[in-house]
């Protein structure tokens, strides 16, 4: 089901460092020109996708570290969220690995069923963006399969059969149900509320 990393080749990893140092140029530049990063261009989530290709889980951790301190509060996509995973389950951080992968489930709650093979069918519940959908998870899956280790994705499908994890997933999966077709109003605002904090509680209590 899932596609193991390649190794990679003496020339392509080179390649690859030499991305990764001109994108981090053009980002201390603007830090020593204007006082603060704005990356209007994304240099770096690039350099972030750069490092999941490059499969050194330690400076690849070393990178993450840098960003979430550099950009705390930046959106993170399904990509990023699994690539760093993955990052941290083999380099043994079991805790941001738990907590990375539950909060795939805020932007995609189909994707680590269709991962680990499991029979998927849509939830007919609210989904604000086509990002949310089985369908653009489906079109995307190999996308994010190119990430995966065995060891991980095994791990994976037992953390999906965890009691607990299963528990919070099925709350997850009803709130989004009643939001389904709510106008703007006090009560789908409860709503989202009580999603975001769902996804909140899930991770602490799951990363103990």
Known sequence: MYQLIKKLTEAKRNRILKKIDKLKKSLRYEKKTYGAYHDGGGCRYSIAELYFQLNDYKKTSRYLNWFD???PDDCKYP???LGAAVTKYELGKLKEAKQLTIDLNEDNTYLIDLIIGNKVEDQDKYE???SE???WAK???NDHL???TENYVTWLGEF???ELYVSWYTKLIEIQRLLLGLEVSKERNKLLKAKRKCLKDWKEEMSK
């Open 69 to 71: 301190k550099n950009f």
């Open 79 to 81: 990509y990023f969220k």
């Open 128 to 130: 604000w963006t086509e």
């Open 133 to 135: 959908s089985l369908e």
């Open 139 to 141: 079109e995307n899956l």
């Open 146 to 148: 190119s990430l995966l």
């Open 160 to 162: 999906r059969k965890d």
